[in-house]
């Protein structure tokens, strides 16, 4: 399995942003896919995941009500769609990909993306 993230940059405080996951491979209809990031100095935390077949999505407390998390089927890729961001936003992006939901979003997936990165302007 492979990943690769993209569309990372910069952004003013309030701004957005959208990051790409593409994903080949094997058949991702099985898959839970993730997004996380790690700031400059800290561990890298779970941002948000969602279940290929169902499109069920799951976010951090943090992002809530201004990230979104979709997928697009057809094209074997994740989007994270990042609205009103925030300084705090600022990180390297990963997008993270395994067949078991807790395993995704406890971070121990066993494919990762190279990251991305995002950097918020205040």
């Known amino acids: 399995v492979q990943l690769q993230a993209s569309g990372g940059g910069l952004a003013q405080a309030g701004g957005s942003l959208r990051l790409s996951c593409a994903a080949s491979?094997?058949?991702?209809?099985?898959?839970?896919m993730g997004w996380f990031r790690q700031a400059p100095g800290k561990e890298r935390t779970f941002v948000a995941a969602?279940?290929?077949?169902?499109?069920?999505?799951t976010y951090a407390d943090s992002v809530k009500g201004r990230f979104t998390i979709t997928r697009d089927n057809a094209k074997n890729t994740m989007y994270l769609q990042m609205n009103s961001l925030k300084p705090e936003d600022t990180a390297v992006y990963y997008c993270?990909?395994?067949?078991?939901?807790?395993?995704?979003?406890?971070?121990?997936?066993?494919?990762w993306g190279q990251g991305t990165q995002v950097t918020v302007s205040s």
């Open positions: 993270a990909a395994d067949r078991e939901f807790f395993v995704v979003v406890g971070g121990t997936a066993a494919y």
């Open positions: 969602i279940t290929w077949s169902r499109g069920s999505t």
């Open positions: 491979g094997r058949s991702f209809s099985r898959e839970i």
